[in-house]
């Protein structure tokens, strides 16, 4: 039954962050990739306040898989970065932090992009 609560709280979680970006999309005129930024930019602050760690700690992949724990796992590198090495390390420190989701996420892109033919949003 637990296994069940879990799986409730993933969909959840996960629901309530597409639901919002639907919501973006359907009532303001902003594109797919500016909504994707403002998920971005709200794990990176969500994670600099330490509040990302209770939504994590809830709604578990519901909340790392989609662009939000992208950016937290991208301001976590940075401030253990920025904690090692200093200002050099915040840079380095994100894009270590993310470098194998990124590197899949190019190669991907590419494989698909070859496979399938893009289309501009009307």
Do not use: D
Request: one cysteine or more; proline letters at 1%.
């Amino acid at each position: 039954m637990e296994i069940l609560l879990t799986y409730l709280k993933v969909f959840a979680g996960g629901g309530i962050i597409c639901t919002i970006g639907q919501i973006l999309i359907n009532k303001t005129k902003m594109t797919s990739a500016r909504i994707l930024v403002i998920f971005l930019l709200s794990g990176v602050v969500l994670e600099l306040f330490g509040a990302f760690r209770y939504l994590e700690s809830f709604f578990k992949a519901g909340v790392t898989v989609p662009i939000m724990g992208f950016g937290s796992s991208l301001a976590k590198g940075a401030l253990k970065g920025a904690k090692e090495a200093g200002i050099t390390g915040a840079l380095g420190g994100g894009m270590e932090a993310v470098s194998v989701g990124l590197s899949c996420a190019i190669f991907f892109g590419f494989v698909f992009s070859l496979i399938f033919k893009s289309k501009t949003k009307q």
